[in-house]
Structure formats: structure tokens, C-alpha cells
């Protein structure tokens, strides 16, 4: 099992000739964890959702292991499976199902983006049982209506949800939102081991403890003022964005953990 390399060059996004983001580069690559911060409105969602083809761009690139992506129609993105058995997108909200029980909810995944396939009950509830499994839910739990679960029990879910379709590339929007801190380090922990598994990681998220758990590289998005698109400010692993104004200030909570010269 292992990801692929996804790589956004030059991204721009304009939404109702407003330009919410210019000229981001971001990169995820296999066994790796590139997480995006910034304040509220600097645009981490709006490239995220670029980034797994729920957005369309305005400019630059998006390519996976050397292809296009950003040339490709609507209906090649379909029929290839692009959304949900590559680039997996878990959603802030959860986005699941409340009347439907936790199965029911990981089996809706295969039913609608299999598109036809030929996969019998048995190998969808195997799958289902797997990625279950994978994403640290109980055998028991698969029986229980969403409208029950917890708020990290329906994380877990909604990850389970992603990894029914084995994708190369997970994207996680604030996957520790509402969590205590039990719960969000619950959550990171499943992230760093989906990420031991070789998948390719990118997550956006105002949690600085999550920051300092995951991050392989950081990418700071700013805007300048109210009506200016985000653009990427710094970028780097923990130890060089303490060296930046704009850094320290924003990790300073999370960055006095730690002295300088040792490693984060």
C-alpha cells in the first residue's frame, strides 16, 4: 500500500471575480504530512477542495505522479474514480448520514462509487470491515446509527468512509474540529498511522497541537487585507518557521513546548 505524489503549482482560484487564493504550491508526497494554517478566510478549504477536484481552478496546475489532473474533464474524473478511490477528501462536518447506521454509512461510499462495478455483498462488507478496522472502530460501533456517536467516534467514521475506497491521498478539512484534547490526539494518531502506511497527507487545521504532532512540512497562507486572495507566506518544517516573525507568533503556544536546538 502506498500513495502517490500530488503537486499544485501556481494555484489560483477566483469565485464571482473575487480571487480567494494566488500562486500556491503545495506538495504531498507518500509516508508525508503537509498541513496548511493560517487565520479564518486565508483560503486552506477553498485549496484543499482544489486540491481533491471539488473546486475547479482559475490557474496553475494540479498534477498526481506526473499527470494533469486540472486538463481533465468532468467525465474522465468520473470514470477514472479520481474523487474518493484517489484523492479522498474528509469534510470538516463529517458529512455523513444521521439516519443510517455506521455500515450502512461505509457501504453508501462503495455503492456510489463503484459506479456499476460487479463487487458482491460479502467483498463490500470485507471492505467495510477493513477500513473499519483501520480507522479504530470497534466491530460494535458498525451497528450503532451515527445519530448516537460521539464527536471523535464520528470522525473516525467519516475516515473509515474515505478508506472503504483505498485512496492514495487523504485530505482531512480541520480533522480535530470540536474534539477534546483526548479525542484530537486520538485523531492524530490515526492520521501518523495512516501516514506510516505510505499514504500521502494533506490537512488544514487551526489546531497547534495537531500542528506540532503531524506536520512534516507547514505552508502558511496569509492575506494581506480583506479583499486580497490568500498567498503562501512561509513554508518549512517547525524548527525553520521559529526563525520567522510570522511563525513564532502563530506557534507560540505550541513552539514553548521545546528549546531552541532540539528537534520539535
Same mark, same amino acid.
Given at each position: 500500500?502506498?500513495?502517490?505524489?500530488?503537486?499544485?503549482?501556481?494555484?489560483?482560484?477566483?469565485?464571482?471575480?473575487?480571487?480567494?487564493?494566488?500562486?500556491?504550491?503545495?506538495?504531498?508526497?507518500?509516508?508525508? +504530512?503537509?498541513?496548511?494554517?493560517?487565520?479564518?478566510?486565508?483560503?486552506?478549504?477553498?485549496?484543499?477542495?482544489?486540491?481533491?477536484?471539488?473546486?475547479? +481552478?482559475?490557474?496553475?496546475? +494540479?498534477?498526481?505522479?506526473?499527470?494533469?489532473?486540472?486538463?481533465?474533464?468532468?467525465?474522465? +474524473?468520473?470514470?477514472?474514480?479520481?474523487?474518493g478511490h484517489v484523492l479522498a477528501y474528509v469534510f470538516q462536518s463529517h458529512a455523513l448520514f444521521d439516519d443510517l447506521r455506521v455500515r450502512e454509512n461505509l457501504l453508501w461510499a462503495l455503492d456510489r462509487r463503484e459506479r456499476g462495478a460487479r463487487i458482491s455483498r460479502d467483498e463490500a462488507e470485507n471492505r467495510a470491515n477493513i477500513a473499519a478496522r483501520r480507522a479504530g472502530l470497534p466491530p460494535e460501533l458498525l451497528a450503532r446509527p451515527v445519530a448516537d456517536l460521539s464527536g471523535g467516534e464520528r470522525k473516525r467514521v467519516a475516515i473509515a468512509r474515505a478508506l472503504i475506497l483505498d485512496p492514495k491521498v487523504m485530505l482531512y478539512d480541520e480533522p480535530t474540529a470540536g474534539l477534546d484534547p483526548p479525542r484530537a490526539r486520538a485523531i492524530d494518531r490515526l492520521i501518523l498511522e495512516l501516514r506510516d502506511q505510505g499514504l500521502s497527507s494533506i490537512l488544514a487545521t487551526h489546531d497547534l497541537d495537531s500542528v506540532v504532532?503531524?506536520?512534516?512540512?507547514?505552508?502558511?497562507?496569509?492575506?494581506?487585507?480583506?479583499?486580497?486572495?490568500?498567498?503562501?507566506?512561509?513554508?518549512?518544517?517547525?524548527?525553520?518557521?521559529?526563525?520567522?516573525?510570522?511563525?513564532?507568533? !502563530? !506557534?507560540a503556544d505550541s513552539l514553548i513546548r521545546f528549546s531552541p536546538g532540539t528537534p520539535p
Open positions: 500500500m502506498s500513495g502517490s505524489r500530488l503537486e499544485a503549482r501556481a494555484l489560483s482560484l477566483v469565485r464571482e471575480e473575487r480571487e480567494l487564493v494566488r500562486d500556491i504550491d503545495v506538495v504531498a508526497e507518500p509516508g508525508r +504530512i503537509t498541513v496548511l494554517v493560517g487565520p479564518s478566510g486565508c483560503g486552506k478549504t477553498t485549496v484543499l477542495k482544489a486540491l481533491a477536484l471539488l473546486e475547479p +481552478i482559475q490557474g496553475g496546475t +494540479i498534477s498526481l505522479d506526473g499527470r494533469a489532473l486540472h486538463t481533465l474533464g468532468e467525465r474522465e +474524473i468520473r470514470r477514472e474514480g479520481l474523487r504532532r503531524l506536520a512534516d512540512e507547514v505552508i502558511y497562507l496569509h492575506k494581506a487585507g480583506p479583499e486580497e486572495p490568500g498567498r503562501v507566506a512561509l513554508r518549512g518544517d517547525l524548527r525553520e518557521l521559529q526563525e520567522h516573525p510570522l511563525g513564532r507568533a !502563530f !506557534f
